[in-house]
């Protein structure tokens, strides 16, 4: 499992181990770290040019040391100052000209960040907010430009490390080298996209066992997944119900009930209107008229796609005392205090435009700030939400580390695959898991399944669905 810590606690964790190491020797591992991933990505150091990008922090004291250790073995160092040489760090700069590295002005920039063969960027640190200011923003898009790899230093400049926000102006890395954790906005959009690849080197930090995220990875998940004992039988596994399509939307509950078949539970049953549709795809589907109350025994709901303006049935279910996942339509019809009201866990599955009506707020705010969004929502409604999108977010209502997943592909942006996602979730609920590991499972699950269907190609949702056995398997697998 990958961990995310706040801005305050790594600095704290910076300050106590600082107060046990010699002084500067904290900022040596890191910038050993950093030239090590730098002459990595470069191949070969001898002779390339290297142009280093400063601020007046200790981000930029990172740099520069990194920088005297690329001087050394013969590569091309320039340092552009964003501050004067006063308020840049003296021992790193120091060392650079040491090392034969020299020394200009963002002004005089210009010809050697095009022909770079490697930018680093050491502009603000952790602690920066808002986006770059307009100097620091025209070396960004110069660097753009140049087409030079970049790696950014602890994390691109412009993003804000907590909250994973782009306020404005922000430079793109190709590799970011982090130093002693794993900061939220290296996890979460829309500052993950200008991240590139992460490496995390360590630096002796002692952290805290509970972070600010946590990011699952295959035999996490496969600890989660159910399996079926000798004397297990359908009923034991547990059974979910899907409450799901209409006139005008049958294949909302075709999908749910595809994505519940292949979700861990023992058996499916089918409460709507879709009915001959749900069974002529998949006969081994429990059917009835009758209503949820009347459909009989379930450990789980899944309410939601393509309801339409069914608000009884959505009522009806969130009325029951097993676990609800909500999702699609049923996000809009369900009353806010029948949600808070509910005994059992629920569990809420909105996309951004969701999310931003049922906070009342416009969707840019939500896509701005998705990890804000999805602990209100948690907290407003005391439910979990699994927050849609590139990278989704999970919430615990009680606090706690959020869950982030970033499986997925730009392929699963599909009418669709929130339904296959919806179905998946409730089976996973259905067989005991809790509100917050069966979203954080169907998440990473459903988004292995999306890169499988789609293999770099166009995919259907009924394709995501048939691809999560393959995606079940290779994190068991992985697991042994």
């Known amino acids: 499992m990958r961990t995310a810590y706040s801005v305050e606690t790594v600095r704290a964790a910076e300050r106590e181990l600082m107060a046990r190491l010699p002084e500067g020797a904290l900022m040596q591992r890191a910038a050993a770290g950093l030239a090590a991933a730098c002459a990595d990505l470069l191949g070969r150091v001898y002779g390339r040019r290297v142009v280093l990008l400063v601020g007046s922090g200790d981000n930029g004291g990172d740099a520069l040391y ?3 250790r690329l001087a050394r073995r013969g590569a091309g160092v320039t340092a552009v100052l964003l501050a004067p040489p006063e308020r840049t760090h003296p021992g790193g700069l120091a060392a650079l000209r040491r090392a034969g590295g020299s020394v200009t002005v963002p002004g005089r920039a210009g010809d050697r960040i095009a022909r770079a063969d490697l930018v680093v960027d050491g502009i603000v640190g952790i602690g920066g907010r808002g986006g770059l200011r307009p100097e620091a923003g025209e070396l960004a898009d110069a660097v753009e430009r140049s087409g030079a790899a970049v790696v950014a230093v602890d994390l691109p400049s412009g993003v804000e490390a907590d909250t994973g926000q782009v306020r404005g102006a922000a430079l793109r890395a190709d590799l970011t080298v982090t130093f002693g954790a794993h900061k939220p906005g290296l996890l979460i959009d829309p500052a993950r996209e200008y991240a590139g690849t992460v490496r995390l080197v360590g ?26 004992a000798a004397e297990s039988d359908k009923y034991r596994r547990g059974v979910v119900g899907i409450a799901a399509g209409s006139a005008r939307y049958p294949g909302a509950a075709v999908l749910a009930v595809a994505g519940a078949l292949r979700g861990g539970a023992g058996a499916v049953r089918y ?11 998949f006969p081994e589907t429990l059917v ?3 209503g949820p109350a009347k459909a009989g025994r379930v450990q789980a709901w899944a309410v939601g796609p393509g309801a339409g303006d069914d608000a009884a049935t ?3 279910v969130l009325g029951t005392d097993v676990p609800v996942l909500l999702d699609a339509d049923g996000l809009r019809l369900a009353e806010r205090d029948a949600v808070r009201g509910r ?10 435009g969701e999310a931003a009506a049922l906070l009342g707020v416009r969707r840019e705010e939500v896509e701005g700030a998705r990890l804000a969004a999805v602990r209100e929502l948690a907290a407003v409604y005391r439910a979990t939400v699994l927050l849609k999108g590139s990278t989704t977010l999970v919430a615990d209502p009680r606090g706690g580390a959020v869950r982030v997943n970033a499986t997925g592909t730009g392929w699963l942006a599909t009418a669709g695959s929130g339904d296959v996602l919806s179905g998946l979730a409730g089976s996973l609920l259905a067989s005991g898991l809790s509100a917050l590991d069966a ?3 169907a998440a990473y699950l459903h988004g292995l399944a999306g890169r499988f269907a789609a293999s770099g190609a166009p995919a259907g949702a ?18 042994g």
């Open 203 to 228: 630096i002796g930090l002692t952290l805290p066992p509970v972070a600010e995220l946590e990011a699952l990875q295959h035999a996490d998940v496969a600890r989660l997944l159910p399996r079926p």
């Open 462 to 479: 009924h394709d995501v669905a048939e691809r999560l056995p393959q995606a079940w398997r290779d994190v068991r697998d992985a697991w």
């Open 271 to 281: 409460v709507g209107p879709a009915a001959d549709a749900v069974i002529a795809r």
């Open 66 to 68: 990194a920088g005297a």
């Open 288 to 290: 009835s008229d009758r």
């Open 439 to 441: 979203g954080s499972a």
């Open 314 to 316: 959505v009522a009806e």
């Open 343 to 352: 005994s059992a866990p629920t569990l809420m599955t909105p996309h951004a």
